[in-house]
């Protein structure tokens, strides 16, 4: 069974960043689609990003694009989620989460699609 360990939150300024990182026990080599999600006190939970470990492709909510950006180190079963130009309606538990597919070029960030899932980081940002 996969395991997903997130670190990287903390309490940080409107402004600043942070870099959260989720370390798979499975390689992440091919046909791995890993994603962030994010789910607020009372909120539901939202998708923020996703990126397909075979060709490296990204899909990151609009709303936040340019300023947070998904990546990848597949040679150490690692994904990353860098924040920047933190706000305070950006403060939730993050999440990772993965799931194996057949194939493809873009993975979801719909949470329904995800089976494995970490315990998650907290990221506080204070106004």
């Known amino acids: 069974q996969v395991h997903l360990v997130e670190s990287g939150g903390g309490s940080v300024q409107t402004g600043g960043s942070l870099r959260l990182s989720c370390v798979a026990s499975?390689?992440?080599?091919?046909?791995?689609?890993m994603a962030w999600f994010r789910q607020g006190p009372g909120q539901e939970r939202e998708g923020v990003a996703s990126?397909?470990?075979?060709?490296?492709?990204?899909n990151v909510l609009n709303s936040l694009k340019g300023r947070f950006t998904i990546s990848q180190n597949t040679a150490e079963n690692t994904v990353y989620l860098q924040l920047t130009n933190l706000k305070s309606e950006d403060t939730a538990q993050y999440y990772c989460?993965?799931?194996?597919?057949?194939?493809?070029?873009?993975?979801?960030?719909?949470?329904?699609?995800?089976?494995?899932w970490g315990q998650g980081t907290q990221v506080t940002v204070a106004a």
């Open positions: 990126i397909y470990s075979t060709t490296g492709r990204t």
């Open positions: 989460a993965r799931e194996r597919v057949p194939g493809g070029t873009m993975c979801p960030i719909t949470a329904i699609f995800y089976e494995t």
């Open positions: 499975e390689n992440l080599d091919g046909n791995v689609c």
